[in-house]
């Protein structure tokens, strides 16, 4: 993996921590993204590890919610997070728990829309603000946050990453990583996809009419 200066330094924040207040933020910040159009009713935060430790202490409690309310990591609202939370009706819970075999910085976060649908994921902060998602709605998954996200949950068929990969060529989205994982020949499968611009309305529609494809979730950059 290559490391840049600013790895190292870390980002422009609010709060003591990269690991536990930006890197929190910025996995706060991916849900947001998955939810972004719908309104939040509820969210549960399940912390593993040094996460449950500083919870209070660095402010990592703030930063996980001001994340999923959509702020920056340089966000000076960050500090109110809960009350705005508190303001806007949206019920807030922590909980310690043990996640497994996983970083120590590591965060489930399940939030419950008005529309009555539950989404979920697993994220880790991984030093210098830097984050890794590790699975989404119970599944594995393995991206950075640093680019746009196309998340398809399909049918595991011949040909089906080249035909996913080709409706994303075709509208001029070039593709930064591809990673994709299965149950079993012929089963369930999902493809992750880091592409270098957005995923739009209509390139999702487009792949979600593949007969393979079950769902498809996209996420933007995580800032």
């Not at 040094?50 to 920056?72: E, Q």
């Not at 529309?115 to 994220?123: E, F, K, R, V």
């Amino acid at each position: 993996m290559n490391i840049s200066m600013f790895d190292v330094l870390g980002p422009i924040m609010i709060g003591p921590s990269s690991s536990h207040t930006a890197g929190a933020q910025r996995i706060g910040k991916a849900m947001y993204n998955m939810i972004a159009d719908k309104q939040l009713k509820a969210v549960h935060f399940i912390l593993h590890g040094s996460f449950h430790l500083t919870l209070r202490g660095h402010g990592t409690d703030r930063a996980l919610v001001g994340g999923v309310l959509g702020m920056n990591s340089y966000d000076p609202q960050i500090k109110n997070s809960l009350e705005i939370a508190k303001e806007k009706g949206i019920q807030v819970e922590f909980e310690g728990g043990d996640l497994g075999d996983v970083h120590p910085n590591t965060v489930r976060i399940t939030a419950y829309t008005t529309d009555g649908q539950m989404t979920s994921l697993t994220g880790s902060s991984v030093g210098g603000g830097n984050i890794e998602i590790i699975d989404i709605n119970g599944t594995a998954a393995k991206f950075t946050g640093r680019y746009p996200a196309v998340i398809i949950n399909h049918y595991d068929r011949l040909g089906i990453i080249s035909h996913l990969t080709s409706i994303l060529a075709i509208n001029q989205i070039n593709i930064a990583t591809v990673v994709n994982s299965r149950d079993a020949t012929g089963k369930n499968a999902v493809t992750m996809i880091e592409t270098e611009s957005p995923v739009d309305s209509a390139v999702k529609k487009e792949l979600e009419s593949m007969p393979p494809v079950k769902s498809v979730v996209t996420m933007d950059k995580v800032n």
